[in-house]
Structures are given as C-alpha cells and as structure tokens.
C-alpha cells in the first residue's frame, strides 16, 4: 500500500514532506517568484522530487519570459490555460492564447514570453532522464524578447547569472479564479 505524504506549510504555502499520495489545490501550494521570468509552482519540495515527470504551472506577465531560451535531452508540453504568451521555438515566433498546446520533442528549441494585456498562465509537463542534456543556444529572436544568452552555454547557474534567486510567495492574486 501506497501512503499519503504528508503536506507541511512553509513560507508561501504547502508542499509535500515525504514519499507517497498527495492532494494539494494550486491555490494552496507553495509558489516560487522568479524576478524577471515570472511565478511558478511544482508541487514538490527539496526533499521530494518527482524522478519521472516534472510539472508546475507558470504566470508570466506581458515581456516577461517563463526561462531562458534552451534545447533538453527530454520531452516537454505545454498547454495555455489562459491570457496569451509568444513562443519562441526553433527561432520562429507564435502567438498563443488560452487552449493552445504545444509539444516539445526532445532537443526542441523554445521559450515562452507573456504577451497581450495581462497576465498569462501556461501548464507545463516534462519527462525526466538522469543525466539530462540540456543546452542554452544562442538565438536573435530570443534575445529581442530578452530571453536569451549571449554565448551558448549548458550550465544553468551561466544562462540564469542576471537573475536573482527564487523566492517562495503564497498564490499570486493574478492566478484565474475559478
């Protein structure tokens, strides 16, 4: 038998404390604020961490980029939940809005940057693999939108150095009500 992990409330909301089953509604979970690349939750925590299946869902304001423009070794997708966000993949832009789905073959190029007049909320779920690729491209088009890097690069801590740390933060106000 499978047991239910337990939730323990830290700075900005819930999060699983230990192995096993859990339900946590998104407006109870813990959220994280990346200054400049929007707010994001994961339903995990340092000590628990999902080795097959990663998933958060994002809130970007309009300019605002979900990461750095990067390639991995696993699949990815995404789906617009609502506003509307530019994606940037394999160099080329696309508009989307609320429903539209976008999949990530492994090595796919891509970025999403929050678009329209408000904010833009977008579910993201990827396979894991040990030992990931991942690779952080040089592209014009990332760049103009600010989500780029100047010189290609596969460690995060270079393609992520102008920001500042995450911080945890409860639910952003601006994520949909139901």
Do not use: I, N
């Given at each position: 038998m499978v047991p239910e992990a337990p939730l323990e409330a830290g700075e900005g909301g819930l999060f699983p404390a230990g192995e096993g089953w859990f339900v946590l509604n998104v407006r109870e979970s813990r959220w994280f604020e990346s200054?400049?690349?929007?707010?994001?939750?994961?339903?995990?925590?340092?000590?628990?961490?999902?080795?097959?299946?990663g998933i958060g869902i994002g809130i970007l304001q309009p300019g605002e980029p979900n990461c750095m423009y990067h390639a991995e070794e696993a699949q990815e997708d995404f789906l617009v939940l609502s506003g509307e966000c530019m994606l940037i993949v394999e160099g080329q832009e696309r508009l989307l809005e609320q429903w539209d789905f976008v999949h990530c073959p492994p090595w796919t190029k891509h970025v999403f940057v929050g678009a329209g007049d408000g904010p833009c909320v977008v579910l993201a779920v990827g396979a894991r693999r040990a030992g990931r690729g991942l690779v952080y491209p040089v592209d014009e088009t990332a760049l103009r939108h600010g989500a780029g890097v100047e010189q290609e690069t596969s460690d995060p801590s270079v393609a992520y150095a102008r920001f500042p740390e995450d911080r945890p933060i409860p639910c952003p106000d601006d994520f949909p009500s139901a």
């Open positions: 200054s400049g690349l929007g707010s994001y939750t994961t339903f995990q925590s340092e000590s628990v961490r999902f080795p097959e299946l």
